[in-house]
């Protein structure tokens, strides 16, 4: 089916109907919140936005955001949070989580989680604190950036506030470690329900469960039968499952018969690596979390990038069409059409491109080529 799409599609129509996936996944949003607390306060026509830099290219990249946002006049005010995984110091947090209780609406970077610490990874616990539950990325080719397969274009609704990442590990006896994995029926449907109501309001046609159901009996086996359950409130809408393994196969053989994922918290999270690899790498895929009153928008590949820190040579498409989602969860359309544009029209004509995609320009020089299609 996705083949089909793909052949329908002309070279430079791609592009509108990317744009259009994107306006429509917007507007399915406010569903998911109750209609007072969907949308920021405004005042004197500006919105107050949150913005957490994070760690690694997150300063740069935000950067590159805030530049076009300026130059554009985009009416919002950025209320900047540094929070740092790398420090001792975890005010941050408190501080980014009750700025984001305030604003409602979130761009973010990633933060720095040590693998050699015993403290929990900041992201999850802002995710938690804030039951940002829902996690969607958007894997589709970019027209102009090779990849090894096209017709490339599904969505990844991911579980973000259980499972794998409940964050329960205890050593029992020494040598003999419990990890606790968390599944329930409340967390599953609703996450399933997200990626139902996602479909339906961006004409997908079929969901796919990914589990491990032939291992986890129960744990998966709920999430499995959970999500088969949900869909039966959505016909017209396909339902079908894959084991995570086969998935993963799936992804890098044929991933043009995925339309729409849903997948507990770690599966969700190695798939979306697989997915930002087929379409050309992290620098080049938007993503968003969604709680019922809070929306942050970020990169869907969590990378923080901090062996490039600091050279400006990081790309930040991801960044800018995170945002450019952001814009339009505000309804500032007109600006989300117009930076998403030459965004893609600034890497289709090629001549400016970061390292990731076989350029030498640096995220500076992007930027500036952005803002030059902005006023040209
Ligand atoms: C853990 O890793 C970080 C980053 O690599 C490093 O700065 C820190 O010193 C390490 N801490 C310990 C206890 O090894
Ligand atoms: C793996 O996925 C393919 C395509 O979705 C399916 O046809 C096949 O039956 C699956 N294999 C197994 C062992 O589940």
Redesign the pocket.
Same mark, same amino acid.
């Given at each position: 089916m996705a083949d089909t799409r793909h052949q329908a599609e002309k070279p430079g129509y791609t592009l509108v109907f990317f744009l259009r996936i994107y306006s429509d996944n917007i507007r399915s949003l406010a569903t998911f919140a109750s209609p007072e607390s969907v949308l920021p306060k405004k005042y004197g026509g500006t919105y107050t936005v949150t913005l957490i830099p994070g760690d690694g290219i997150g300063k740069e990249i935000t950067d590159s955001v805030q530049t076009i946002f300026k130059d554009q006049r985009v009416p919002i005010n950025w209320e900047v949070v540094d929070v740092s995984g790398l420090s001792e110091d975890h005010q941050g947090v408190t501080e980014a989580v009750n700025s984001l209780k305030r604003n409602k609406v979130g761009l973010k970077g990633i933060l720095y989680t040590p693998t050699n610490k015993t403290h929990k990874s900041l992201n999850v616990a802002l995710r938690k604190e804030l039951d940002i539950y829902a996690s969607l990325v958007l894997i589709k080719n970019i027209p102009g950036v090779k990849s090894r397969l096209d017709g490339i274009d599904f969505a990844l609704v991911r579980e973000n506030t259980e499972g794998e990442y409940s964050g329960l590990e205890h050593q029992s006896v020494p040598g003999v470690v419990e990890s606790l994995k968390i599944m329930t029926r409340f967390k599953s449907e609703r996450i399933a329900k997200f990626a139902f109501d996602f479909a339906k309001k961006n004409n997908r046609q079929l969901v796919t469960a990914i589990h491990k159901a032939n291992i986890m009996k129960l744990g998966d086996g709920l999430f499995r039968t959970t999500v088969k359950d949900v869909g039966q409130d959505y016909p017209g809408i396909e339902v079908n499952d894959?084991?995570v393994d086969?998935?993963s196969? +799936?992804a890098v053989a044929?991933p043009q +018969?995925f339309d729409v994922l849903v997948t507990p918290n770690l599966y969700g999270s190695i798939l979306s690596n697989i997915g930002a690899a087929l379409i050309g790498g992290p620098g080049l895929v938007p993503g968003a979390n969604f709680g019922r009153e809070y929306a942050v928008f970020e990169p869907g590949c969590r990378h923080v990038g901090l062996d490039i820190k600091g050279q400006n040579t990081a790309n930040p498409t991801a960044m800018i069409l995170s945002a450019t989602m952001l814009l339009r969860h505000l309804g500032l359309n007109s600006h989300a059409d117009k930076i998403s544009q030459a965004t893609h029209d600034v890497i289709l004509e090629g001549n400016v491109r970061t390292r990731d995609i076989g350029g030498t320009s640096t995220t500076t020089e992007f930027t500036e080529a952005i803002l030059a299609k902005l006023n040209a």
């Open positions: 894959l084991i086969n998935a196969m +799936q044929k +018969q």
